[in-house]
């Protein structure tokens, strides 16, 4: 059999963007994804879907893998002939024991290549707003071990050298011995008031700073209640927090958002999210399908036949258009052909979709729900006239009912189904049950359903229990209803029901809890 190769890949301090895009190129095309707790999982939805994802940190029945097994595991799997990536925090070179792990595939004959990440030791200061160096500050910077556990002294380090031997000093899983650390730097001629930050969980939603001097930082650490990782950075430098801190001034900073949105429709709420600090976590639970039955795809076909005779096409939604245009092509039927019909597009976003492809709605209803369509038709669309109304398996029932009772003729098309996209993310429970997600998003009633049973399929028995202490975020009524009608507790319902409003209100609401 043919040899596999091994990517040997930085992952960035935390934010999923901030791997290299060669980095997220092998991830891509890997078979097998290795990997622990400081790789965000957040990056492997970019993995191909049946990729295998084999998790070496620390479980709460088990510890971290042993670095010789990780090296064998790399092998083996190489040996079988896949593409494994080896996706590992930060910089794979700096204490990333990449050089073991490189040695033991070269030996083996297997093809190799390392690729790096940004480092923790400068990109988790400059998410706090210190540069590690600066013009007139520090010229040179230094990254050391600290070595996390408190026991461990670490007399590779030659004090005398190291404190005076450059600028800045960046200390990395050092957490647990500031107190040592900062006593040998004062003993070794630092002055006690040299300014020192630690920064937690740096470039994620929990990035807590704390600032203090050499003299003083121990109990503050303490005070804060600060574990690790965190970087520790010693020097001038970071005075320059005061003025440059930035992400922590963004209205969603610390903030982790869950989308439960289909992923072909989240871009806009993800990139919104993003730009305003908060950190988004994808989940998506639905997924649109194509009806395959062959009295679904009769149905359709023999809809779509008789273009010619509809006095109205009337789309609810951005999928609707999508998934219309779909089956047209299908069926090889041209757009011109409903030549005798108007168009009603209900909202904004489909009244895009709908120009996109040429056509500029005749009707566009005030309000974004069904109930607003109703009342513009009067007097537009008159009784005994035919309309095709493409859409989803589980649109409401409103607009084909009072339709039909003003007498119009209704043809009702599923050009898509709405499925339950069983989430191959399996740390949601555990990052519910730690209070590591902060507000879930629902921009529709199945997105609510659909999460629920996720939920249950990955073992919560009592789903509305586990998101007690969530905010629950719903883009309109009718979705905070089904919400409620689950038991949970709606905090977050816009004016506007639109994404633009949803985002807002996401504002409004952290303004509110946080109490500024
Ligand atoms: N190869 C990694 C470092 C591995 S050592 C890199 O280049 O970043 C692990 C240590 O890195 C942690 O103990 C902590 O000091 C630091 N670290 C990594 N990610 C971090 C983050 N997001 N925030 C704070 N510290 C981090």
């Not at 008789?306 to 757009?335: C, H, K, P």
């Not at 199945?446 to 905010?471: D, F, H, I």
Request: charged residues 25%; glycine residues 8%; hydrophobic residues 40%.
């Amino acid at each position: 059999m043919e040899k596999g190769k091994v990517y040997l890949v930085g992952a960035g301090p935390g934010d999923p963007k901030l791997i290299t895009v060669r980095g997220l190129e092998a991830l891509k095309r890997s078979d097998v994804i290795v990997f622990d707790r400081l790789a965000g999982p957040q990056l492997l939805n970019f993995a191909k879907p049946d990729a295998e994802r084999i998790y070496v940190g620390k479980l709460p029945d088990r510890h971290t893998m042993k670095q010789e097994d990780i090296n064998r595991l790399l092998v083996d799997l190489a040996l079988q002939g896949k593409t494994v990536i080896r996706l590992k925090g930060g910089d794979p070179t700096v204490f990333g024991r990449v050089g073991e792990e490189a040695d033991l595939l070269q030996k083996n004959g297997i093809i190799y290549e390392i690729i790096p990440g940004i480092t923790s030791a400068i990109s988790v200061p400059a998410y706090a707003g210190i540069p590690v160096t600066h013009r007139d500050m520090a010229s040179s910077f230094s990254v050391i071990t600290g070595h996390e556990s408190p026991d461990k002294l670490d007399l590779s380090i030659y004090w005398d050298k190291v404190t005076n031997a450059t600028g800045t000093l960046v200390f990395l899983m050092g957490v647990a011995k500031i107190a040592y650390i900062s006593d040998q730097l004062i003993k070794h001629g630092r002055s006690p008031d040299t300014p020192v930050a630690l920064v937690q969980w740096g470039t994620r939603a929990e990035q807590k700073t704390v600032v203090g001097t050499l003299s003083n930082i121990e109990e503050r650490v303490k005070a804060a209640n600060l574990k690790p990782p965190a970087v520790i950075v010693v020097g001038d430098v970071v005075r320059q927090r005061e003025t440059l801190s930035w992400i922590e001034k963004k209205p969603l900073f610390g903030q982790r958002i869950l989308i439960t949105r289909a992923r072909s429709q989240a871009s806009d709420l993800l990139a919104k999210i993003d730009d305003l600090g908060g950190e988004t976590y994808e989940y998506p639970v639905i997924e649109m399908k194509l009806p395959e039955k062959p009295e679904q795809l009769q149905e359709i076909e023999q809809a779509l036949a008789q273009a010619e005779a509809y006095d109205w096409v009337m789309l609810t939604s951005v999928n609707g258009v999508e998934y219309f245009f779909r089956w047209l092509d299908r069926y090889g039927v041209d757009i011109r052909r409903f030549h005798k019909a108007k168009f009603a597009a209900v909202g904004p976003k489909t009244a895009d979709a709908l120009r996109d492809r040429g056509i500029r709605a005749d009707l566009l209803p005030e309000s974004f729900r069904a109930e607003g369509l109703l009342d513009s038709l009067d007097g537009v669309i008159a009784p005994g006239q035919l309309a095709l109304l493409p859409r989803g398996d589980l649109a409401r029932e409103t607009l084909p009912k009072e339709l039909k009772e003003r007498g119009v003729r209704v043809v009702e098309l599923d050009v898509y189904h709405t499925v339950l996209s069983a989430p191959k993310d399996l740390w949601l429970p555990e990052m519910l049950e730690n209070g590591e997600i902060h507000v879930i998003t629902f921009t529709s009633s199945s997105t609510v359903v659909n999460l629920m049973e996720a939920l249950r399929q990955l073992g919560v028995s009592n789903p509305a229990e586990a998101l007690r202490n969530v905010e629950i975020a719903c883009i309109g009524p009718v979705t905070a209803q089904t919400a409620k009608e689950h038991g949970l507790t709606v905090t977050v319902v816009p004016e506007k029901y639109t994404i633009d409003g949803l985002v807002e209100a996401l504002v409004d609401r952290r303004r509110m809890t946080k109490g500024d």
